[in-house]
Structures are given as structure tokens and as C-alpha cells.
């Protein structure tokens, strides 16, 4: 705006001129000229106007003028904007970076929750196996002990003729005197026998005995009838192929043959062991002859 007829008369509110240098109050013969930002008057030579451009803006009622001042703030304020709208765009690039990262994520946490489910599955599943196979092995393990408790005073014995008789309780009783003739006759041991029985069917076309089962009173009987048991051997030409050995159940018997394949082994290497209550030991001839070699060793 600038002073003059139709304008605002500049010198009716005098004020100073808003040069920084200047401060001079502006008068109406002065040429003053107002910001229309600031509303600061304004010497048109201290803002360097010139006389065409100050006489422009005497005709124009709508065209704008502003001081350096205003336009340098208004020229910072564009690079301010340009440079706020050029960190928006970063920001909204970082956020849409952040939104792809973000799914990603969302991706693979719904990768590991299956995997989690998946494991957690897996672990109820091995959780339910190991508990079946150790309620299993504790079963097959009770079992073992009640078999072999029961098997605790039985010994059986090979190659015992059958009876000839076809009634039943005729064969039972001739089992019965030939295990006394066994044991008191020939193995020489007085012991209690409270049962007497043949394992497995009865085959008239078998010429093999089955074998038969004593039970007896107590568990050192057993023990003192197998200690007895190598003697049959050498008692007679009747008893010669008679064997007699312990009652076992079927993980007796595995463990059984494991020991007499490495007392094999063993032998077959010149050592002298032997199989004592279910372990090898050294017999005492090994022992003795370890002895005289150490002696002589000295």
C-alpha cells in the first residue's frame, strides 16, 4: 500500500520507517509505501521501489508488496515447506518400509506360532510315547520279577524217558518215582519235591522226552541240586544224556545264551571260566594256575 490521495495518508499516523538504518518517520512527501505482511511503513528508496514500480502500485488497489524482510521470511518458509514435504516423503517411505517389515514379521511370527504348534505337538506326542514306554518297561519288568519268582525253586530237567503208561495219573506217578530215583538214588541230595510235570503236548510220535519240571520247597534246594547236576554224567549209562538246569523265563534264556556264546569265546582263547548263578567267573583251576604263574613269575 502506499500513501498519497487514494491511499492511506501516511504522515495523518506518522510512524518510522521500518529500514533498520532508517527509522525516520515516513511523511506523505516521502513516498511511503506499506508492507502488506508486516504492515510496517516504508520509505520506497530504502526498499529500493522503483519510481514505475511505486507509481504501479498507487493504481493498483489488489497488487501486494512486502519488504525484504517478509519476503526473505517468505522465501524461508517455502525452502522450510519444501524441505518439511521432503521429509514427509522420507518418513512415509521409512513407514512404508516399516509396513512391508512389519508384515514380514507378521509372516514369519505366524511361520514360528505353527512351528511352535507344531513342536508343541511333537512334544505332547513324544511326551505320550515315552510315558507308554516306560509305563511298558515297567510293566514288562514287574512281569519279569513275578515269572521269575514263580521260577524261583523250579529246575528242569532233559532227556528223562517218558513214561510208557496211557493213563494219565500212571505217568504222573512214574514221573514222580523217577525223579526220586533222580535225587535221592542218584544225585544224592534229600530234598523236597512239591511238584512234578511235563512241559509242553504229548506226541506219541516223538521219541525225544519233553522236559519235566520239578518244583521244589525252597530256593537253595535249587541250587543244591544244580551244584549236584554234573554228576549224571558219570552215575550211570542211564543218566549219561541227562541234563538239568534252572527254570528261566524268555529274557533268562537271551541273557543265558549271550553268557555261553562269550564263555565260548573265552574258551576258544585258552581261558578257563565258567557260568556261576547267571555270571562268568574264573574257575578255580584259572585261578589256581593265574596263582602259580605269579609265583613263578617272581
Known amino acids: 500500500m502506499t500513501g498519497g490521495e487514494d491511499g492511506e495518508d501516511a504522515a495523518a499516523s506518522p510512524k518510522p520507517c521500518g529500514t533498520e538504518k532508517c527509522k525516520k518517520i515516513v511523511k506523505d512527501a516521502d513516498n511511503g509505501i506499506r508492507c502488506d505482511e508486516c504492515e510496517l511503513w516504508f520509505h520506497a528508496g530504502c526498499e529500493q521501489v522503483s519510481v514505475g514500480l511505486y507509481k504501479e ?79 511298558n518297561m515297567v510293566r514288562d519288568e514287574m512281569n519279569e520279577r513275578d515269572e521269575t519268582q514263580k521260577r524261583a525253586n523250579n529246575i528242569v530237567v532233559y532227556n528223562l524217558p517218558e513214561p510208557d503208561g496211557t493213563v494219565v495219573e500212571e505217568r504222573i506217578k512214574e514221573d514222580i518215582n523217577n525223579c526220586a530215583y533222580l535225587l535221592k538214588d542218584v544225585l544224592k541230595v534229600e530234598v523236597g519235591v512239591t511238584k512234578v510235570m511235563r512241559l509242553g503236548k504229548r506226541n506219541d510220535n516223538n521219541t525225544r522226552p519233553r522236559p519235566t519240571l520239578f518244583k521244589l520247597e525252597n530256593e537253595s534246594e535249587k541250587w543244591h541240586v544244580l551244584s549236584k547236576a554234573k554228576n549224571l554224567k558219570y552215575a550211570n549209562e542211564k543218566t549219561r544224556k541227562i541234563g538239568i538246569s534252572l527254570d528261566m523265563t524268555k529274557r533268562q534264556r537271551e541273557e543265558n545264551k549271550k553268557l555261553r556264546d562269550e564263555l565260548k569265546i573265552r574258551r576258544d582263547r585258552g581261558e578257563r571260566w565258567q557260568i556261576k548263578r547267571g555270571q562268568l567267573v574264573p574257575s578255580f583251576r584259572q585261578q589256581t594256575d593265574n596263582s602259580e604263574g605269579a609265583t613263578g613269575g617272581q
Open 57 to 135: 502500485l498507487q493504481k493498483s488497489r489488489t497488487q501486494l508488496w512486502m519488504c525484504k524482510k517478509c519476503r526473505g521470511s517468505r522465501k524461508n518458509y517455502k525452502q522450510e515447506i519444501i524441505k518439511l514435504r521432503a521429509e514427509n516423503e522420507e518418513m512415509k517411505e521409512e513407514n512404508r518400509k516399516m509396513d512391508t517389515k512389519v508384515k514380514d514379521l507378521e509372516t514369519k511370527n505366524g511361520e514360528m506360532k505353527k512351528k511352535l504348534q507344531e513342536l508343541e505337538e511333537k512334544l505332547l506326542s513324544t511326551k505320550s510315547d515315552i510315558t507308554s514306554q516306560v509305563m
